[in-house]
Each structure stands twice: as structure tokens, then as C-alpha cells.
């Protein structure tokens, strides 16, 4: 089964054709993070304006990459929720147009469980069950796979998501937009110990995570030096802030392994791409003998790619919508709300 799946929920209008959930036969993304670097952040207006215009080229695009035309796909697919409501209508009422055109089923996609379908993507043996971290720009949670729709949120960020935190500490220490990447790049070498920095816990939700006192505490370094007019080792910062948030990623990921017997585990979303991350997972899944999953990097961020791969799923689920398929900012991961 052909599904052209199409992503637009922040700053990337992507759309993707995958063959049975697994065979990426094209993936295209157009990203808009030059334009918004200017102001240090998405612009929501500009993001969905740059949508209009990038949608129908990138469609067409995926769909001559694939070297299909829309009558030989099987499904459409997009992402309608959570995210930035003017960014996601492009893509659902682009998506609803071609779907009811071409007399297709409508397949909507919850951005996050796509982010974890980017695994099946990168490791073609993966299956459901397993337990999942997904880290993004706005959203961080440990969640129970337990099959392809089937999902049980057992925590998530009370205030900041991980993305968010690195990024926010980035823009203080001077990088541009979306410094999450940059501070991961600038922390390689950097004395991790060199700064001792708190590592929030959420009393009596141990699954739960905060980061705005780390993150807080970090800016206070910063403005403190600035004051004095010092110049700060900013590796060495980077280093020690990486290794603080990637300590409470792991301290709660790894408690939530070990209380649910789980053996099988993933990360998922934009920060999945983070260097430490990976390989604090990589090794602490040896030691424990678990199975660890990590997408390709090209598929941490972003893509239409991994929608297509979780609206196969979901098709096979039942989740169709009609023509009255609306975005929505938010939404629980654990919610099927459409079947
Ligand atoms: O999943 P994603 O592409 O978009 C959302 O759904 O939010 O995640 C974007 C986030 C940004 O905050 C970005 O700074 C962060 O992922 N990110 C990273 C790295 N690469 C991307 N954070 C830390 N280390 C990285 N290597
Ligand atoms: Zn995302």
C-alpha cells in the first residue's frame, strides 16, 4: 500500500510516499529555519504562509521523485495535531483537497507517534511493544508503545520540552536559532564537569520531567559572567548543560525501563539526534542488555516520511477521516480520537 503522507505542523512542509509503513520510495522537506533564524525563533504568520507556498511544489516533487502520479497512491495522509494550528491547516486542507479529488482515504496522523514511526523506518525488524522517549522541540514524554495505536503516556515535561531547553540555553550563550544543534556541536570536547548544574525532579512523578530551573539556572551563569564582565568557557558550558539535561532524560527513561520490565527501547523526535543522547543510550542499553532504537538523523527532525510510515498503521487501525478533519494545536498521544 502507497501512502502520500504530508507534513506541515511547524517549520518544515514536507510530503513523503512510503510503501507498507517501511519503504520510503520518496521523502521531501523544505525548510523555512533560514528565514525564521532572523528572529530567533518560528514566526507562526511566516510559517504558515511559507506552507501555501511550499506545499504544492513539494507534493509534486515527492510525487515525481517516486515516479508515481496521485492516481497510483492508495492513501493520503496528514499530520493534523499537536502543533502550530495555522501551520497544521495548510496541510490538513491541502491533504482533505487531494484526498477528496482523487476519491482516496484521508489518513490523520499524530505528529509524535509519526516522530516514533521513524524508527520503523531506520530499523525495519522494530516492532510494538517497546517503550519510547520522544523529545522534541515542544513536547518530551516517556510513553508505552504497546502497539502501533496503542499508546500509554507514563510521563512528560511539566514546563519546557527538552528541544526547548537546549534551545533556549543556545540563544543565551549567542547561537542562532535552533541552537539546540549548535550547543550539542559546541559541547563535543567541552568539560562536562565543569559547571555544576541542578537536575530537577518532579516530586512523586518520577516519569515527570522539568527543565526551566536548569534552564534558569544556566541563563544565571551567563548574565553573572556578563556582569562581570568575564568571558565564559562556553564548550565547557555547553558540555555541562548537555550533560544535565541528557542525566534527566536518561535517570527517568531508564527508571520507566526498569518498572515496566521493558527490554525494547526507543528515541524518538528532534533532540533524538543529540550526540550525548545517543550514545548515553547506546551504552546504557548494553549494560542492561535492552534492545536500543535510534532513527537515521535525517529522520530525528521533521518529514513526511515517518508520517507516511504511522498512517499505514493507523489505516489499518481504521483511523479515517471524513472531509470535516480539523487541526488541532494539541492532543494527548494516547488518544484516537478518529475511527
Ligand atoms: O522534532 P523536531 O524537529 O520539531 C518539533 O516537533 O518540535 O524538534 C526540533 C528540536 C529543536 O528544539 C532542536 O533544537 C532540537 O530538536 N534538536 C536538537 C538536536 N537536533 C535538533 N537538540 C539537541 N541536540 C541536537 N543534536
Ligand atoms: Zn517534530
Same mark, same amino acid.
Request: glycine share 8%; charged share 20%; proline share 5%.
Given at each position: 500500500?502507497?501512502?502520500?503522507?504530508?507534513?506541515?505542523?511547524?517549520?518544515?512542509?514536507?510530503?513523503?510516499?512510503?510503501?507498507?509503513?517501511?519503504?520510503?520510495?520518496?521523502?521531501?522537506?523544505?525548510?523555512?529555519?533560514?528565514?525564521?533564524?532572523?528572529?530567533?525563533?518560528?514566526?507562526?504568520?511566516?510559517?504558515?504562509?511559507?506552507?501555501?507556498?511550499?506545499?504544492?511544489?513539494?507534493?509534486?516533487?515527492?510525487?515525481?521523485?517516486?515516479?508515481?502520479?496521485?492516481?497510483?497512491?492508495?492513501?493520503?495522509?496528514?499530520?493534523?495535531?499537536?502543533?502550530?494550528?495555522?501551520?497544521?491547516?495548510?496541510?490538513?486542507?491541502?491533504?482533505?483537497?487531494?484526498?477528496? =479529488? &482523487?476519491?482516496?482515504?484521508? *489518513?490523520?496522523?499524530?505528529?509524535? +507517534?509519526?516522530? @516514533?514511526? #521513524?524508527?520503523?523506518? $531506520?530499523?525495519?525488524?522494530?516492532?510494538?511493544?517497546?517503550?519510547?522517549?520522544?523529545?522534541?522541540?515542544?513536547?518530551?514524554?516517556?510513553?508505552?508503545?504497546?502497539?502501533?495505536?496503542?499508546?500509554?503516556?507514563?510521563?512528560?515535561?511539566?514546563?519546557?520540552?527538552?528541544?526547548?531547553?537546549?534551545?533556549?540555553?543556545?540563544?543565551?550563550?549567542?547561537?542562532?536559532?535552533?541552537?539546540?544543534?549548535?550547543?550539542?556541536?559546541?559541547?563535543?570536547?567541552?568539560?562536562?564537569?565543569?559547571?555544576?548544574?541542578?537536575?530537577?525532579?518532579?516530586?512523586?512523578?518520577?516519569?515527570?520531567?522539568?527543565?526551566?530551573?536548569?534552564?534558569?539556572?544556566?541563563?544565571?551563569?551567563?548574565?553573572?559572567?556578563?556582569?562581570?564582565?568575564?568571558?565564559?568557557?562556553?564548550?565547557?558550558?555547553? =558540555? &555541562?548543560?548537555?550533560?544535565? *539535561?541528557?542525566?534527566?532524560?536518561? +535517570?527517568?527513561? @531508564?527508571? #520507566?525501563?526498569?518498572? $515496566?520490565?521493558?527490554?525494547?527501547?526507543?528515541?524518538?523526535?528532534?533532540?533524538?539526534?543529540?550526540?550525548?543522547?545517543?550514545?548515553?543510550?547506546?551504552?546504557?542499553?548494553?549494560?542492561?542488555?535492552?534492545?536500543?532504537?535510534?532513527?537515521?538523523?535525517?529522520?530525528?527532525?521533521?518529514?513526511?516520511?515517518?508520517?507516511?510510515?504511522?498512517?499505514?498503521?493507523?489505516?489499518?487501525?481504521?483511523?479515517?477521516?471524513?472531509?470535516?478533519?480539523?487541526?488541532?494545536?494539541?492532543?494527548?498521544?494516547?488518544?484516537?480520537?478518529?475511527?
Amino acid at each position: 500500500m502507497k501512502i502520500l503522507a504530508l507534513e506541515s505542523s511547524c517549520d518544515e512542509t514536507a510530503a513523503a510516499i512510503v510503501e507498507d509503513g517501511r519503504k520510503v520510495l520518496s521523502s521531501v522537506v523544505a525548510s523555512q529555519v533560514e528565514e525564521h533564524k532572523l528572529y530567533g525563533g518560528v514566526v507562526p504568520e511566516i510559517a504558515s504562509r511559507r506552507h501555501c507556498e511550499a506545499v504544492v511544489p513539494v507534493t509534486k516533487k515527492a510525487l515525481e521523485d517516486a515516479g508515481l502520479q496521485l492516481s497510483d497512491v492508495d492513501a493520503v495522509a496528514v499530520t493534523y495535531a499537536p502543533g502550530l494550528i495555522g501551520a497544521l491547516l495548510v496541510g490538513v486542507n491541502f491533504a482533505k483537497g487531494l484526498a477528496m =479529488a &482523487s476519491h482516496k482515504p484521508l *489518513v490523520p496522523v499524530h505528529h509524535l +507517534r509519526s516522530h @516514533v514511526a #521513524a524508527n520503523y523506518i $531506520t530499523s525495519p525488524e522494530l516492532k510494538p511493544p517497546f517503550l519510547g522517549l520522544v523529545v522534541s522541540g515542544g513536547h518530551t514524554h516517556i510513553v508505552q508503545v504497546k502497539d502501533y495505536t496503542d499508546i500509554t503516556v507514563l510521563g512528560q515535561t511539566r514546563d519546557d520540552a527538552a528541544g526547548e531547553a537546549f534551545d533556549k540555553a543556545a540563544r543565551a550563550m549567542g547561537m542562532p536559532y535552533p541552537g539546540g544543534i549548535e550547543l550539542d556541536k559546541t559541547a563535543e570536547g567541552g568539560n562536562e564537569n565543569a559547571y555544576s548544574l541542578p537536575h530537577p525532579h518532579v516530586d512523586g512523578s518520577p516519569y515527570d520531567f522539568s527543565f526551566s530551573g536548569l534552564k534558569t539556572a544556566v541563563i544565571n551563569v551567563i548574565h553573572n559572567a556578563e556582569q562581570r564582565g568575564e568571558t565564559l568557557p562556553v564548550k565547557d558550558l555547553a =558540555a &555541562s548543560y548537555r550533560k544535565a *539535561v541528557v542525566d534527566c532524560l536518561e +535517570r527517568n527513561f @531508564v527508571k #520507566a525501563a526498569s518498572d $515496566t520490565d521493558s527490554t525494547k527501547l526507543v528515541i524518538a523526535g528532534g533532540v533524538s539526534a543529540n550526540r550525548l543522547l545517543r550514545r548515553r543510550m547506546e551504552s546504557i542499553c548494553q549494560e542492561h542488555g535492552w534492545q536500543f532504537y535510534r532513527p537515521e538523523l535525517s529522520l530525528c527532525g521533521d518529514n513526511a516520511a515517518m508520517v507516511g510510515s504511522q498512517a499505514y498503521y493507523e489505516f489499518l487501525a481504521g483511523h479515517i477521516a471524513g472531509p470535516d478533519l480539523n487541526a488541532r494545536p494539541e492532543m494527548p498521544m494516547q488518544e484516537n480520537s478518529i475511527s
